[in-house]
């Protein structure tokens, strides 16, 4: 997987919440998708949030799935400047509530959608992201389904 090319990009605005993001590295490494994560604040260094997200699809990324928290809507800010899907994962903090990020991350305005998972849901938001790359890749599909059928059958993720 470290030779291919990411096809999902996962985005933490702080290093706080890179911990929580790593959920979803680890189903994007079970299920075999390609993948980089990084570090960057909509809020620190917006620059480099726009650069990022304005060249995702010409660097062969499929979806992003970033951040909400206490540091920033990170997940907005790329949704602004991509026409990719955005998942956005709302983080609970000790300054803000779960509840509080869940609303700002699903209350986007008409024509900027993020698509929004539970509080500190990383997990379902990588599951989703390979969702939306396997509609076009029969092999996602077929991993997709062996992680949903060991689910069912009680097996960890």
């Not at 991509?82 to 300054?95: E, H, N, R, W």
């Not at 890749?137 to 389904?145: G, K, T």
């Amino acid at each position: 997987m470290r030779g291919d090319t990411p096809v999902v990009g996962v985005l933490a605005a702080s290093p706080a919440e890179l911990s929580v993001m790593q959920q979803a590295t680890a189903i994007l490494e079970k299920l075999e998708l390609p993948h980089e994560i990084q570090v960057m604040s909509s809020s620190r260094n917006p620059d480099l949030v726009d650069e990022y997200a304005r060249t995702a699809f010409d660097r062969g990324l499929k979806v992003l799935v970033c951040t909400t928290g206490i540091t920033g809507h990170l997940a907005a800010a790329a949704a602004a400047r991509t026409v990719l899907p955005v998942i956005g994962v709302p983080i609970a903090s000790d300054q803000m509530g779960g509840e509080q990020a869940l609303i700002v991350t699903a209350q986007m305005p008409a024509g900027v959608p993020v698509a929004t998972v539970g509080v500190d849901a990383a997990v379902n938001a990588a599951v989703l992201a390979a969702e939306i790359v396997g509609v076009a890749d029969p092999e996602i599909q077929a991993r997709l389904w062996k992680f949903k059928d060991d689910l069912a059958e009680g097996l960890r993720l």
